[in-house]
């Protein structure tokens, strides 16, 4: 079993910035890519950006060269640095962990809002 915590969200002014945390606990040790979704009011969740075991990224188109997702040499935590941020960007965003034996583990989200 994986945990996972997310922090970080709040409200933010369009253009500002913002940096999520997902605190991961349990058998962490089986984690092969933790990725960051977002779902927002009536829309569907979406892929925002992943990282796996091996440290490759990957983004969706509407978040590149504005966010960056990294790690610290364990799964412990992962972060998502949003810069630039947009009204569009307004969501829940959870954190996800792809583990071993095809499990899946999600967390309970935190929500940011871009408004001014």
């Known amino acids: 079993q994986v945990q996972l915590v997310e922090s970080g969200g709040g409200t933010v002014q369009p253009g500002g910035s913002l940096r999520l945390s997902c605190a991961a606990s349990?058998?962490?040790?089986?984690?092969?890519?933790i990725n960051w979704y977002r779902q927002a009011p009536g829309k569907e969740r979406e892929l925002v950006a992943g990282?796996?075991?091996?440290?490759?990224?990957n983004y969706a188109d509407s978040v590149k060269g504005r966010f960056t997702i990294s790690r610290g040499n364990a799964w412990n935590t992962v972060y998502l640095q949003m810069n630039s941020l947009k009204p569009e960007d307004t969501a829940i965003y959870y954190c996800?962990?792809?583990?071993?034996?095809?499990?899946?583990?999600w967390g309970k989200g935190t929500l940011v809002t871009v408004s001014s």
């Open positions: 349990g058998s962490i040790i089986s984690i092969n890519a």
């Open positions: 996800n962990a792809d583990a071993q034996s095809a499990m899946d583990y």
């Open positions: 990282i796996t075991s091996g440290g490759v990224t």
